[in-house]
């Protein structure tokens, strides 16, 4: 397996933007995360899906952040607009999630690094 | 809420030093803790973990006990190698909540030949 795969790796765009990032998970993993890292606030869980589903979007930080999880092998998080502290690096990461048993290995991707100017 | 809290960085040591990065975390019930780590450019990659009480975990020389006494898991090395320069997450995952990771700040180390 390629592993967890995102797109773009560098993204330039001015404020006011629409940003799209893109998160391919691991083949058969059920939970999918979006975290952002940034100097000041380190890694910080945005949202996760668990099969497909959205289960916790509380570290979304406003309504211009949104994340779509449309089947088990794809998501967006999308910016709209974009505002310069939105630059960060953001992650994508999965795992296989299940039940209480079970705390596997995250496995996360290269990350998107956003710079909003 | 969780937390977790690990020492500040950076830190520099030369090869072959002893390496501790304390880490401490706050969770209701029992959650797994991890270790994670980033070199430049790049993803974390999962370094060790622990899911109860008095595992330890260990990979690649590194060592943390997972103690609920003092809800402690530190990160220990006793020899260090300059390839080991990156930046270690210390994390948790709370029980039932999906696989979720809750991470520390991260701490900087740099092994100097």
């Known amino acids: 397996d390629a592993g967890v795969i995102q797109s773009p790796r560098h993204e330039v765009t001015e404020m006011g933007q629409e940003v799209t990032l893109r998160c391919k998970p691991i083949?058969?993993?059920?939970?999918l995360f979006w975290y952002r890292q940034t100097m000041m606030r380190g890694l910080e869980l945005l949202i996760y899906?668990?099969?497909?589903?959205?289960?916790?979007d509380s570290g979304m930080p406003e309504d211009r952040f949104s994340a779509k999880m449309p089947n088990a092998s794809f998501s967006t998080l999308k910016i709209q607009p974009s505002e310069p502290r939105d630059s960060a690096v953001y992650f994508c990461?999965?795992?296989?999630?299940?039940?209480?048993?079970?705390?596997?290995?995250?496995?996360f991707g290269q990350g998107t690094r956003l710079t909003v100017v | 809420g969780d937390s977790v809290t690990q020492m500040e960085g950076p830190v520099t040591l030369s090869e072959e030093a002893c390496l501790t990065i304390?880490?401490?975390?706050?969770?209701?019930?029992?959650?797994?803790l991890f270790w994670y780590v980033q070199y430049p450019g790049e993803g974390l990659q999962l370094l060790l973990k622990?899911?109860?009480?008095?595992d330890k975990g260990s990979n690649k020389g590194f060592e943390a006990t997972y103690r609920k006494e003092t809800t402690s898991f530190h990160l220990e090395k006793g020899s260090v190698q300059v390839s080991d320069s990156a930046v270690y997450f210390c994390?948790?995952?709370?029980?039932?909540?999906?696989?979720?990771?809750?991470f520390g700040q991260g701490t900087e180390l740099s092994v100097k030949p």
């Open positions: 083949s058969g993993h059920n939970s």
């Open positions: 622990a899911t109860k009480a008095d």
């Open positions: 990461a999965s795992t296989l999630y299940g039940g209480e048993a079970v705390n596997t290995e995250a496995f």
């Open positions: 994390a948790l995952s709370p029980r039932n909540q999906g696989g979720k990771l809750i």
């Open positions: 304390n880490c401490t975390y706050t969770a209701t019930g029992y959650p797994s």
């Open positions: 899906f668990n099969n497909n589903v959205p289960i916790d």
